[in-house]
């Protein structure tokens, strides 16, 4: 009786979510400007910021009933000593990274290597004391030429990706081949292969959001410096949930010598809250305890406007999308505002500008530019 009750509230939301779909599509492209629906450029914009909807309908509906609340309280040990450490310190040196696996496979033709090491991450005494320390096995995903030295690019995926079609859908073969770069790309926690492994990442209790975080901007570093001596110039790049990760990760490790986001996101805690809003009063404590200004204070230490991105401003590239139902164009503005650099606005949705030639154009331009100047060093 309970699974059919269970079963009966499922449908019902994804009844209301569907429901919901088109409505939410017209009012945000409303709410933008730019619009011209009687166009085929406007057609393409509904289609893309729909795709956007159905994306954050998706997450809302497959992230199931989430666990109780955390109480605001025990969120404030760790938002006083995080706040008090800041950046600098609150994120420790990774330790040197040691393979333990690496196995050579192919996709769609293109060969690529899977490597695994252990890695812990060192976290502040309150996340650990938490539970959310210690280590865990990471994954990354190579695209190596057999000479070199050649530049590096490190791509972090976003929310829901991490799997091996991620090489495709970012082209990769093209950034590998065409431009002659060695590829890395690391596996967020709870993101791809790793999706069933410890630690969950990310969910709404904010402070495990902070170290899982935490995690992937160690992780990532350990992946640079490993890189890093057999490379002509190394590249950090992030796409939505990976743009803080990538942001922080320019500014811990001076040795990067550029930076790309693509929709980039501020505030993971806050984001999640402001969807939230899409369930009604029946998630209202999570969305509170997320906005809250103890989580704001808690969340500081992964803040991309905190940072001083080692890449000079010509080096660092922000893609907006014009209408970005997701992470929404505020964050590339305030981020561009922060770190000056070149910004490019896609005039499409969160999850379309992926399929764009034009980014794509943009994209390969900046990493020749990098890729020639470390060539005539």
Partial sequence: MAKAVSGFDLAKDVARELRMVLPRTVAGLNESTGWAPASRRGV?????????????????????APAAVRPLSSCSAAAEELSELGIDRAHADPKPLRV???RRRRIAGLRYERMMFEHDPALPKT??????????????????HRDGPRPWLIWV????????????LSRIGRMHHKLGFNVAMPVQPGHGCRRREWPAYPDMDPVGNVAGMMRAVSEVRAVVRWAQPQSTAVVVSGISMGTPVAALVSHLERQIGAVTLYTPILGLNAMIARHLGRWGPSRNGFRELL??????????????LAVDPAPPPHRRLIVGAWHDRMAMREAAIALQERWGGQLYWYDGSH???VFSRRVQRVTERFLRGVADDAAVR
């Fill in 44 to 64: 393409r914009q509904f289609g893309e910021v729909m795709l956007d909807e159905l994306v954050l309908s998706g997450f809302s509906l497959l992230g199931g």
């Fill in 291 to 304: 906005g809250s200004a103890e989580v704001a204070k808690l969340t500081s230490v992964i803040d991309p």
């Fill in 157 to 168: 995926h976003g929310a829901g990706q991490g799997g091996t079609e991620d090489l495709l």
């Fill in 100 to 102: 333990t696996s690496l």
């Fill in 351 to 353: 999850v379309g500008h």
């Fill in 127 to 144: 996340l650990e004391a938490d539970g959310l320390g210690g280590p865990a096995r990471a994954v990354v995903h190579l695209c190596r």
